[in-house]
């Protein structure tokens, strides 16, 4: 996959996650990124595993893929690049990237410290030490970073939290740049362009069970902690006392990264299924992680997309990726209020919002979308507008700006209290020398401390 040198602005991303015919959201995202920036730069994207020769080259266009090299091998890269665009956990396992003399910028699109303690829910002493040893990770991203993007305006407010908690949002970052767009700006994740057309088979020929004309709900994407599946399979054993060949079919149960363990919540899952008599019946789960490129032939197989997740501050400020290609294929969307998708769902008709936890009103919904054809065609409507907003073409573009005219931001200096002598005269400067004899009792016992 190597491509001939060129004399354009060099572009590498460097995600951690495996780049294959299965992948995961943050390999993806460096990927569509890197296709989207190539049309205009010189684009590397590298991930230590994978086997990017699995992939088509409609994936990557004319980005340069690399997997599996040494470091050596990225160093060099590295050393080639003017701009890196790093995932916030690149430089943990590859520190000499924030040495290098070039611009850096960090993906921080993933608020993963929410994740943390919900994935070590029963392991208090791993929940804290993983929390710990990763706050200083993206704390370091953070600092050494000359411009960062997140995925949605409500993420940017946590990070503007977190960047102002770190004291990068002083005087001379102010001064700089008062919008705070050259500190952190939006580059949501984003879909095809194209139309979603089938290309090969689809959740029928993985489960023969399921007939030609039995409704099917989706469950796209892997089954994480965070997530509530468990109200979803209460309700379809509910549903299916109306509608006995109603189906639910869960895309994934592991991420494609071999270094993440199966989470608690799909042997949970599975246990609730099997104990409601639904399992392999009503409820299925797809051991295998769906390629990245057929997965339009499971989404464009069902009826009603779904996704459920619990009140968590990981809820308010996630980006449900599977969203998006829910959206792409024009699936009516049953979803767990809480996220700034579900603000959109329900602006947009594309679906219906659901209070946590709530097996009823999740019933009703399935129902509602399964029985009622034309409020079925006003939610995929609705998906069809909403996805417009979301092309990786618009969601390039802050970063394509950016890559145009890089620029560095005002050196980190941590925050210290200012000497008598600085708040004297910012004292001074407020009300002259009334306000000096005002507050002078208060300097001099700031002096005697």
């Known amino acids: 996959m190597d491509k001939q040198p060129t004399n354009k602005r060099k572009v590498l991303f460097i995600t951690l996650e495996p780049i294959a015919a299965r992948m995961a959201g943050p390999a993806?995202?460096?990927?569509?990124?890197?296709?989207?920036?190539?049309?205009?730069?010189?684009?590397?994207?590298?991930?230590?595993?994978?086997?990017?020769?699995?992939?088509?080259?409609?994936?990557?266009?004319?980005?340069?893929?690399?997997?599996?090299?040494?470091?050596?091998?990225?160093?060099?890269?590295?050393?080639?690049?003017?701009?890196?665009?790093?995932?916030?956990?690149?430089?943990?396992?590859?520190?000499?990237?924030?040495?290098?003399?070039?611009?850096?910028?960090?993906?921080?699109?993933?608020?993963?410290?929410?994740?943390?303690?919900?994935?070590?829910?029963?392991?208090?002493?791993?929940a804290s030490a993983s929390y710990r040893m990763m706050h200083?990770?993206?704390?370091?991203?953070?600092?050494?970073?000359?411009?960062?993007?997140?995925?949605s305006e409500r993420q940017r407010d946590y990070w503007l939290g977190r960047y102002c908690a770190l004291g990068r949002v002083d005087t001379r970052m102010y001064q700089f740049d008062s919008s705070l767009r050259k500190l952190i700006d939006v580059v949501p994740f984003g879909?095809?362009?194209?139309?979603?057309?089938?290309?090969?088979?689809?959740?029928?020929?993985?489960?023969?069970?399921?007939?030609?004309?039995?409704?099917?709900?989706?469950?796209?994407?892997?089954?994480?902690?965070?997530?509530?599946?468990?109200?979803?399979?209460?309700?379809?054993?509910?549903?299916?006392?109306?509608?006995?060949?109603?189906?639910?079919?869960?895309?994934?149960?592991?991420?494609?990264n071999p270094q993440v363990a199966e989470m608690r919540m799909v042997s949970n899952a599975r246990s609730l299924a099997e104990s409601l008599g639904l399992l392999d019946k009503n409820v299925f789960f797809a051991d295998r992680w769906i390629p990245y490129e057929e997965r339009v032939n499971f989404l464009l197989e069902a009826d009603i997309a779904v996704s459920a997740h619990f009140d968590l501050p990981e809820t308010r400020y996630s980006f449900r990726t599977r969203i998006l290609d829910y959206l792409w294929c024009h699936l009516p969307i049953i979803t767990t209020g809480g996220d700034s998708f579900a603000d959109l769902i329900a602006r947009d008709q594309a679906g219906l919002t659901i209070p946590y936890g709530d097996v009823n009103a999740w019933k009703e919904a399935i129902l509602s979308l399964?029985?009622?054809?034309?409020?079925?065609?006003?939610?995929?409507?609705?998906?069809?507008?909403?996805?417009?907003?979301?092309?990786?073409?618009?969601?390039?573009?802050?970063?394509?700006?950016?890559?145009?005219?890089?620029?560095?931001?005002?050196?980190?200096?941590?925050?210290?209290?200012?000497?008598?002598?600085?708040?004297?005269?910012?004292?001074?400067?407020?009300?002259?020398?009334?306000?000096?004899?005002?507050?002078?009792?208060?300097?001099l016992k700031d002096m005697l401390k």
């Open 370 to 443: 399964l029985c009622n054809a034309d409020l079925k065609k006003r939610c995929s409507e609705g998906a069809a507008k909403l996805a417009k907003e979301f092309t990786w073409e618009k969601a390039v573009e802050p970063l394509r700006a950016y890559c145009r005219n890089p620029h560095t931001l005002p050196v980190h200096a941590p925050v210290k209290m200012p000497s008598i002598l600085e708040r004297a005269q910012a004292v001074y400067s407020r009300g002259g020398k009334e306000m000096i004899i005002k507050r002078s009792s208060e300097v």
């Open 191 to 256: 879909l095809p362009d194209a139309a979603p057309k089938k290309n090969g088979p689809g959740l029928r020929a993985l489960l023969p069970i399921i007939q030609e004309k039995d409704p099917v709900l989706i469950w796209g994407g892997g089954i994480w902690d965070w997530f509530d599946p468990l109200t979803v399979i209460y309700a379809v054993n509910e549903v299916r006392k109306q509608i006995p060949n109603v189906r639910l079919v869960f895309m994934g149960t592991r991420s494609p």
């Open 28 to 126: 993806i995202r460096a990927l569509e990124l890197g296709k989207q920036l190539a049309c205009e730069y010189d684009v590397t994207v590298f991930s230590p595993q994978g086997n990017a020769s699995e992939l088509s080259p409609s994936i990557y266009g004319e980005a340069n893929v690399q997997t599996g090299i040494s470091k050596s091998a990225l160093a060099e890269l590295a050393g080639r690049a003017e701009i890196i665009v790093v995932q916030a956990n690149v430089l943990k396992t590859y520190p000499f990237i924030s040495r290098l003399d070039t611009f850096l910028v960090v993906d921080l699109y993933d608020p993963y410290l929410f994740m943390i303690h919900i994935q070590y829910e029963k392991d208090s002493k791993t």
């Open 136 to 151: 200083q990770v993206l704390e370091k991203h953070m600092v050494r970073a000359d411009y960062s993007i997140c995925a």
